[in-house]
Each structure stands twice: as C-alpha cells, then as structure tokens.
C-alpha cells in the first residue's frame, strides 16, 4: 500500500499523462533511428523502471517516487504499443492481417481476467491495510 494522499496520487497519474503525450510525439522519429525492434526494448526498459520506482517508493519516498514510476510507465506504453503495432502490420502478408490482429487482440483481452483473478487474492494475501483518508 503507498498510503499517498488522494492528491498525490492524481498528481503521480497526471505525470503518466503527460510523459504518455511526450512519447507519442517521439513516436514517428524513433522507430526510424532505433528500429522497431529496439524502441520496443527501450519501451520495456521504461516500463522495467516504471515497477521498480513504484515498488521502491513504499520504502524510499512517496509521492515524488511513485510520480517518476508514472511517469517511466506513461512514457513505455506508447513506444511498446505503437511500435509493436507497427512491427506486426509491416511483417504479416495482408490477407492475413485481420486474423492475426484478431488472434493477438484475444489473447491480450484473455490474459486481463486471469491477471485480475490471480493479483487480487495476492495482493490480499500480502499487501498491508490501507491508512485512513489514503488513495491506495
């Protein structure tokens, strides 16, 4: 549990926000100096940072810790989602492209209730209680 108060949390998804707009922006500019390949890696290299902030800032700081964890994780998913979304367009023979953008799609939207049923019960089982007046 952060036990941040409901404002720093609004602020720490704001950052997500913007850093998100700012991603986006860089989008067209480097899949074309990096590769496809490598702004997908450097977007899981965010996001890798974005978890380990977070996770960090119940030890080491808060609100401000949490914020730059938003703000690696707000960064990442564009570069993943875009350039994965690219990578695979540019790679599939287009009469096969509706079928495997519908395969891939499933599989995403399957694994979300299995993530849902199996970090519920964790984060009952391990997580502290929330603080009173606290956002998480």
Do not use: K
């Amino acid at each position: 549990m952060l036990g941040l108060p409901t404002w720093a949390l609004g602020l720490a998804l704001a950052a997500e926000g913007g850093a998100a707009l700012l991603s986006a922006a860089f989008i067209p500019r480097l899949p074309r100096r990096l590769g496809e390949a490598r702004t997908i890696v450097l977007g899981l290299a965010f996001e890798a940072l974005s978890a380990v902030a977070i996770a960090a800032s119940v030890q080491v700081g808060g609100a401000p810790v949490v914020a730059l964890g938003q703000l690696f994780g707000g960064f990442s998913l564009p570069l993943i989602n875009i350039s994965l979304v690219t990578l695979r367009q540019r790679i599939t023979p287009r009469p096969l492209l509706g079928r495997v953008n519908a395969v891939v799609r499933m599989f995403i939207m399957a694994a979300l209730p299995v993530g849902a049923l199996l970090g519920g019960p964790a984060r009952h089982h391990h997580a502290a209680r929330p603080r009173r007046g606290s956002a998480l």
